[in-house]
């Protein structure tokens, strides 16, 4: 079974600083990597997803993430973060055979400060 | 395009009484998904569609959650009857077919007291 750990609950950064965002998983397969965004009151918007290829994937909002094999990470990042990225922020995980069915980390609470 | 609608947005109910909620996904998509996000928690997949047939219902508690989705189209999760437990935010989403990605409708947020 896949499964997905998110390293802090919390992340509080001040505007126009640089945010880290880490996500560990643990599969015995070969998983597809995703990261969502939820901000209040409203579902879930996708982020960026690593699927093959290069390991630098790039996503919407200037948000990157970079996928490492070894260490089994998927580590979100920003160069300089804004008021607006207040939000929770998932990994999830999907086999790469069969249905997409995502498994979730925890959740990750981003806030902004000014 | 019109993304995924859900309905009602907020529900409070006592345990041991019932609950529906209703999911319309993006026109022309096959697979419909059901998600149970406990606060603090991400989302967990409770049952997925494929058109009209169910493709997963492992994690759903089916001595008391039902789904349905009798024209391939819109669904509905009920709960019946309610547990403290069940609180939480309940997410539809849709895929054009299994493989593809997932758009998230806002969710269902249900208290039971």
């Known amino acids: 079974a896949q499964s997905v750990t998110q390293l802090d609950s919390q992340v509080p950064v001040f505007e126009e600083a640089p945010v880290e965002l880490r996500c560990n998983y643990s599969?015995?397969?070969?998983?597809?990597l995703f990261w969502y965004v939820q901000y209040p009151n409203q579902g879930l918007q996708l982020l960026l997803k690593y699927l093959s290829g290069s390991t630098l994937v790039k996503g919407i909002n200037g948000f990157e993430a970079e996928f490492n094999k070894s260490q089994t990470s998927f580590h979100l990042r920003k160069p300089s973060v804004h008021i607006s990225d207040t939000a929770e922020y998932f990994c999830a995980v999907s086999l790469l055979q069969g249905a997409q069915k995502l498994v979730f980390g925890q959740g990750t609470r981003l806030t902004i400060n000014p | 395009e019109a993304g995924v609608a859900q309905s009602p947005r907020y529900k409070i109910i006592e345990k041991r009484q019932s609950v529906a909620f209703w999911c319309n996904p993006i026109?022309?998509?096959?697979?419909l998904y059901w998600y149970q996000q406990i606060l603090g928690q991400g989302p967990k997949l409770l049952i997925q569609f494929q058109n009209n047939g169910v493709v997963d219902d492992s994690q759903l508690p089916k001595d008391r959650f039902s789904a349905e989705r009798l024209k391939g189209v819109d669904s509905t999760l009920k709960i019946q009857p309610a547990k403290l437990e069940d609180s939480a935010v309940y997410l539809c989403a849709s895929s054009p077919d299994v493989k593809d990605e997932q758009y998230f409708g806002p969710g269902t947020r249900l208290t039971v007291t």
């Open positions: 599969s015995s397969v070969s998983v597809y």
């Open positions: 026109s022309g998509h096959a697979t």
